[in-house]
């Protein structure tokens, strides 16, 4: 049971725009930032969102974060084929007083 | 450019102590606001926090295995060593080493990684 609570799932055509989203406490999201990741299949994870809205050089403006209150939320629009990966949230949390992962969630393009 | 690369035994019995070796290059842990992290994934399962160690020493590790866990630096070597005591099958995962961003504003935000290392644990 993760700290973080994403949908295991989310799936989406070519073209269209999905959003994932990543609830958290006052403890986490609420009082800190967030960092998303991208896992393509069979690699290490990869940075795409960091200080909740922010990408790093490199990753498409196609990628967008947001956050409000104790949830945030991952978008991606005009999806593609290589988007099909898992997506982990993450955020510190001052009441475990370590880094808490949210359970990923595995996107299709169908 | 900035690397990483995990060693360490593929297989370890249980109970036995579990050391990992992060080799870097591209950057200086001696270097202010640097800071080195492990994260661990189960076969399938999601990304597990281990540990943070940052160029002044300060070192922070997941609450649930702070028992037995160590990290430490050599940054004459471009190193860090992560040591998991006891180990157990479900401790079974790829370990992850990571580069925290400089600048970032939180201890999860890294950007670089390394391409990860599978640890079995079975007797």
């Known amino acids: 049971q993760s700290v973080l609570t994403q949908p295991p799932s989310a799936s989406g055509t070519p073209g269209q725009r999905v959003t994932i989203s990543c609830s958290g406490s006052?403890?986490?999201?609420?009082?800190?930032?967030v960092n998303w990741y991208q896992q393509l299949p069979g690699t290490a994870p990869k940075f795409l969102i960091y200080?909740?809205?922010q990408r790093p050089s490199g990753v498409p403006d196609r990628f967008s974060g947001s956050k409000s209150g104790t949830s945030a939320s991952l978008a991606i629009s005009g999806l593609q084929s290589e988007d099909e990966a898992d997506y982990y949230c993450?955020?510190?949390?001052?009441?475990?007083?370590?880094?808490?992962f949210g359970g990923g969630t595995k996107l299709t393009v169908l | 450019q900035i690397t990483l690369k995990e060693s360490g035994p593929t297989l370890v019995k249980p109970t036995q102590t579990l050391t990992l070796t992060c080799t870097f290059s591209?950057?200086?842990?001696?270097?202010?606001?640097?800071?080195v992290g492990w994260i661990r994934q189960p076969p399938g399962k999601a990304l597990e926090w281990l540990a943070l160690?940052?160029?002044?020493?300060?070192?922070r590790y997941s609450p649930s295995l702070k028992s037995r866990l160590t990290i430490t630096k050599d940054t004459s070597k471009n190193q860090v060593v992560l040591t998991m005591t006891n180990m157990d099958p479900v401790d079974t995962a790829t370990y992850y080493c990571?580069?925290?961003?400089?600048?970032?504003?939180?201890?999860?935000?890294?950007?670089?990684w390394g391409q990860g290392t599978l640890v079995t644990v079975s007797s």
């Open positions: 990571t580069h925290r961003q400089v600048g970032g504003t939180s201890h999860c935000s890294y950007d670089y």
């Open positions: 591209g950057f200086s842990l001696s270097t202010s606001g640097v800071g």
């Open positions: 160690i940052y160029w002044d020493d300060d070192k």
């Open positions: 006052s403890s986490n999201i609420g009082s800190n930032t």
């Open positions: 200080t909740n809205n």
């Open positions: 993450a955020a510190w949390d001052d009441s475990l007083n370590g880094v808490v």
